[in-house]
Protein backbone atom coordinates (compact mmCIF):
# COMPACT_ATOMS: atom_id res chain seq x y z
CA UNK A 1 0.00 0.00 0.00
CA UNK A 2 1.70 3.20 -1.15
CA UNK A 3 -0.21 5.17 1.01
CA UNK A 4 -1.88 7.15 -1.97
CA UNK A 5 -6.43 6.67 -2.41
CA UNK A 6 -7.52 7.43 -5.15
CA UNK A 7 -11.63 7.17 -6.09
CA UNK A 8 -13.38 6.13 -7.53
CA UNK A 9 -11.08 3.07 -8.77
CA UNK A 10 -14.05 2.59 -12.43
CA UNK A 11 -16.05 5.10 -13.89
CA UNK A 12 -17.58 5.00 -16.91
CA UNK A 13 -19.49 7.82 -18.32
CA UNK A 14 -20.88 9.14 -21.73
CA UNK A 15 -19.41 11.26 -23.96
CA UNK A 16 -19.80 15.24 -23.51
CA UNK A 17 -20.35 14.49 -19.66
CA UNK A 18 -17.65 15.97 -17.06
CA UNK A 19 -16.41 14.01 -14.15
CA UNK A 20 -14.20 14.46 -11.22
CA UNK A 21 -11.49 12.05 -9.52
CA UNK A 22 -10.16 12.34 -6.05
CA UNK A 23 -6.66 12.22 -4.47
CA UNK A 24 -5.36 11.80 -1.07
CA UNK A 25 -1.87 11.90 -1.40
CA UNK A 26 0.52 10.26 1.41
CA UNK A 27 0.49 11.68 4.92
CA UNK A 28 3.30 14.67 5.26
CA UNK A 29 3.46 14.84 1.40
CA UNK A 30 3.42 18.28 -0.01
CA UNK A 31 3.15 17.47 -4.06
CA UNK A 32 0.49 15.93 -6.11
CA UNK A 33 0.78 14.62 -9.34
CA UNK A 34 -1.40 13.51 -11.46
CA UNK A 35 -0.80 11.77 -14.77
CA UNK A 36 -2.28 9.64 -17.51
CA UNK A 37 -2.07 5.72 -18.63
CA UNK A 38 -3.25 4.56 -22.20
CA UNK A 39 -2.45 2.11 -24.14
CA UNK A 40 -0.96 4.17 -27.16
CA UNK A 41 0.92 7.06 -25.19
CA UNK A 42 2.17 4.92 -22.04
CA UNK A 43 2.30 7.39 -18.62
CA UNK A 44 1.81 10.91 -19.07
CA UNK A 45 2.31 13.70 -16.76
CA UNK A 46 -0.50 16.11 -16.45
CA UNK A 47 -0.35 18.29 -14.05
CA UNK A 48 1.52 18.90 -10.23
CA UNK A 49 0.54 21.01 -7.33
CA UNK A 50 2.83 21.70 -4.41
CA UNK A 51 1.28 22.59 -1.15
CA UNK A 52 -2.04 24.03 -2.61
CA UNK A 53 -0.41 25.87 -6.01
CA UNK A 54 0.37 24.65 -9.15
CA UNK A 55 3.66 23.91 -9.92
CA UNK A 56 3.95 22.21 -13.33
CA UNK A 57 2.08 21.61 -16.26
CA UNK A 58 2.39 19.00 -19.00
CA UNK A 59 0.25 17.37 -21.20
CA UNK A 60 -2.82 18.32 -19.77
CA UNK A 61 -6.19 19.58 -22.21
CA UNK A 62 -8.20 22.76 -21.88
CA UNK A 63 -11.49 20.82 -20.78
CA UNK A 64 -9.26 19.04 -18.05
CA UNK A 65 -8.09 21.24 -14.92
CA UNK A 66 -6.97 20.35 -11.29
CA UNK A 67 -6.73 21.73 -7.71
CA UNK A 68 -5.36 20.93 -3.99
CA UNK A 69 -7.31 21.94 -1.50
CA UNK A 70 -5.77 23.30 1.85
CA UNK A 71 -6.02 19.41 3.44
CA UNK A 72 -3.64 18.79 0.33
CA UNK A 73 -6.13 16.59 -1.46
CA UNK A 74 -6.51 16.71 -4.65
CA UNK A 75 -9.06 16.77 -7.56
CA UNK A 76 -8.57 16.17 -11.25
CA UNK A 77 -11.65 17.69 -13.23
CA UNK A 78 -12.38 16.48 -16.99
CA UNK A 79 -14.81 17.59 -19.02
CA UNK A 80 -16.59 17.47 -21.91
CA UNK A 81 -15.23 13.81 -22.20
CA UNK A 82 -14.59 12.20 -25.64
CA UNK A 83 -13.64 8.60 -26.42
CA UNK A 84 -10.18 9.27 -26.03
CA UNK A 85 -9.97 10.48 -22.68
CA UNK A 86 -10.26 6.79 -21.95
CA UNK A 87 -7.47 5.45 -19.37
CA UNK A 88 -6.24 5.19 -16.37
CA UNK A 89 -5.46 8.16 -14.21
CA UNK A 90 -2.84 8.21 -11.73
CA UNK A 91 -2.74 10.46 -8.51
CA UNK A 92 1.08 10.01 -6.81
CA UNK A 93 2.90 12.08 -4.34
CA UNK A 94 6.01 12.93 -2.81
CA UNK A 95 8.43 14.27 -0.41
CA UNK A 96 9.29 17.94 -2.11
CA UNK A 97 13.20 17.16 -2.30
CA UNK A 98 13.30 13.59 -4.00
CA UNK A 99 13.71 13.80 -7.59
CA UNK A 100 11.66 11.06 -9.23
CA UNK A 101 10.53 8.70 -6.42
CA UNK A 102 6.67 9.32 -6.49
CA UNK A 103 4.55 6.99 -4.94
CA UNK A 104 1.35 6.08 -6.79
CA UNK A 105 -2.58 5.58 -6.07
CA UNK A 106 -4.10 2.53 -7.80
CA UNK A 107 -5.59 4.71 -10.42
CA UNK A 108 -9.01 5.81 -11.71
CA UNK A 109 -10.23 4.26 -14.44
CA UNK A 110 -12.40 5.90 -16.94
CA UNK A 111 -14.21 4.28 -19.68
CA UNK A 112 -15.96 7.07 -22.03
CA UNK A 113 -18.64 5.70 -23.73
CA UNK B 1 10.92 12.09 -30.80
CA UNK B 2 9.59 10.92 -27.14
CA UNK B 3 12.23 11.83 -24.28
CA UNK B 4 12.35 8.13 -23.00
CA UNK B 5 12.18 5.19 -25.64
CA UNK B 6 11.17 1.13 -24.36
CA UNK B 7 10.61 -1.54 -26.33
CA UNK B 8 7.43 -3.07 -25.35
CA UNK B 9 7.66 -6.21 -25.47
CA UNK B 10 6.28 -8.60 -24.13
CA UNK B 11 9.08 -10.76 -23.08
CA UNK B 12 8.37 -14.16 -21.62
CA UNK B 13 11.10 -16.04 -20.06
CA UNK B 14 11.02 -19.22 -17.59
CA UNK B 15 12.16 -18.63 -13.81
CA UNK B 16 15.37 -18.85 -12.72
CA UNK B 17 16.50 -16.72 -15.99
CA UNK B 18 18.57 -13.49 -16.19
CA UNK B 19 16.40 -10.74 -17.75
CA UNK B 20 17.45 -7.47 -19.21
CA UNK B 21 15.23 -4.62 -20.00
CA UNK B 22 16.41 -1.68 -21.54
CA UNK B 23 15.55 1.86 -22.54
CA UNK B 24 16.64 4.59 -24.43
CA UNK B 25 16.68 8.47 -24.02
CA UNK B 26 17.36 11.74 -26.20
CA UNK B 27 18.34 14.04 -23.40
CA UNK B 28 21.67 14.65 -22.33
CA UNK B 29 20.73 16.95 -19.48
CA UNK B 30 18.98 13.66 -17.49
CA UNK B 31 20.94 13.01 -14.40
CA UNK B 32 18.83 10.52 -12.33
CA UNK B 33 16.77 7.61 -13.44
CA UNK B 34 14.12 5.37 -12.41
CA UNK B 35 12.81 1.90 -12.98
CA UNK B 36 8.96 1.63 -12.06
CA UNK B 37 7.43 -1.65 -11.42
CA UNK B 38 3.70 -1.86 -12.36
CA UNK B 39 1.92 -5.06 -11.20
CA UNK B 40 -1.82 -5.51 -12.95
CA UNK B 41 -4.51 -3.17 -11.79
CA UNK B 42 -1.60 -1.36 -9.75
CA UNK B 43 0.09 1.71 -9.70
CA UNK B 44 3.68 1.37 -10.25
CA UNK B 45 6.04 1.62 -7.64
CA UNK B 46 9.80 2.25 -7.43
CA UNK B 47 11.90 -0.32 -8.27
CA UNK B 48 15.37 1.52 -8.15
CA UNK B 49 17.26 4.80 -8.42
CA UNK B 50 20.53 5.78 -10.19
CA UNK B 51 22.40 8.50 -10.39
CA UNK B 52 25.16 8.92 -12.68
CA UNK B 53 26.50 6.26 -15.21
CA UNK B 54 27.42 3.03 -13.86
CA UNK B 55 25.82 0.09 -12.03
CA UNK B 56 23.50 0.04 -8.74
CA UNK B 57 22.48 -3.17 -7.13
CA UNK B 58 19.95 -4.15 -5.02
CA UNK B 59 19.43 -7.76 -4.12
CA UNK B 60 18.50 -9.80 -7.54
CA UNK B 61 18.12 -6.20 -9.52
CA UNK B 62 20.94 -4.89 -11.30
CA UNK B 63 20.65 -0.90 -12.77
CA UNK B 64 23.15 -0.06 -15.48
CA UNK B 65 23.41 3.63 -16.81
CA UNK B 66 25.18 4.47 -20.08
CA UNK B 67 25.68 8.20 -20.23
CA UNK B 68 27.78 7.79 -23.17
CA UNK B 69 25.47 5.77 -25.06
CA UNK B 70 22.49 7.23 -23.40
CA UNK B 71 21.37 3.71 -22.56
CA UNK B 72 19.55 2.57 -19.30
CA UNK B 73 19.16 -1.08 -18.31
CA UNK B 74 17.63 -3.40 -15.81
CA UNK B 75 18.77 -6.54 -14.88
CA UNK B 76 16.98 -9.41 -13.14
CA UNK B 77 18.96 -12.54 -11.53
CA UNK B 78 17.43 -15.64 -10.73
CA UNK B 79 13.82 -13.97 -12.24
CA UNK B 80 10.92 -15.44 -10.21
CA UNK B 81 7.35 -15.54 -11.43
CA UNK B 82 6.44 -12.99 -8.51
CA UNK B 83 8.65 -10.90 -10.60
CA UNK B 84 6.24 -10.76 -13.82
CA UNK B 85 5.05 -7.26 -14.00
CA UNK B 86 5.01 -4.40 -16.32
CA UNK B 87 8.57 -2.55 -15.85
CA UNK B 88 8.94 1.27 -16.57
CA UNK B 89 12.02 3.11 -16.81
CA UNK B 90 11.83 7.01 -16.32
CA UNK B 91 13.90 10.20 -15.94
CA UNK B 92 12.80 13.05 -13.99
CA UNK B 93 12.42 17.13 -15.89
CA UNK B 94 15.31 19.39 -14.46
CA UNK B 95 13.08 22.30 -14.55
CA UNK B 96 10.69 24.08 -12.13
CA UNK B 97 9.81 20.83 -10.65
CA UNK B 98 12.12 17.38 -10.41
CA UNK B 99 8.84 15.16 -10.07
CA UNK B 100 7.76 15.38 -14.04
CA UNK B 101 9.22 12.48 -14.95
CA UNK B 102 9.26 11.04 -18.03
CA UNK B 103 8.52 7.03 -18.41
CA UNK B 104 9.26 5.45 -21.33
CA UNK B 105 6.09 2.84 -22.50
CA UNK B 106 7.44 0.30 -20.43
CA UNK B 107 8.01 -3.51 -20.83
CA UNK B 108 5.64 -6.52 -20.03
CA UNK B 109 7.27 -8.90 -18.55
CA UNK B 110 6.12 -12.73 -17.52
CA UNK B 111 8.38 -15.52 -15.53
CA UNK B 112 6.62 -18.86 -15.69
CA UNK B 113 7.45 -21.31 -13.47
Known amino acids: DSGVTQTPKHLITATGQRVTLRCSPR?????VYWYQQSLDQGLQFLIQYYNGEERAKGNILERFSAQQFPDLHSELNLSSLELGDSALYFCASSEEDRAGELFFGEGSRLTVL | QKEVEQDPGPLSVPEGAIVSLNCTYS??????FMWYRQYSRKGPELLMY????GNKEDGRFTAQVDKSSKYISLFIRDSQPSDSATYLCAAPDRGSTLGRLYFGRGTQLTVWP
Open chain 2, 27 to 32: NSAFQY
Open chain 1, 27 to 31: SGDLS
Open chain 2, 50 to 53: TYSS
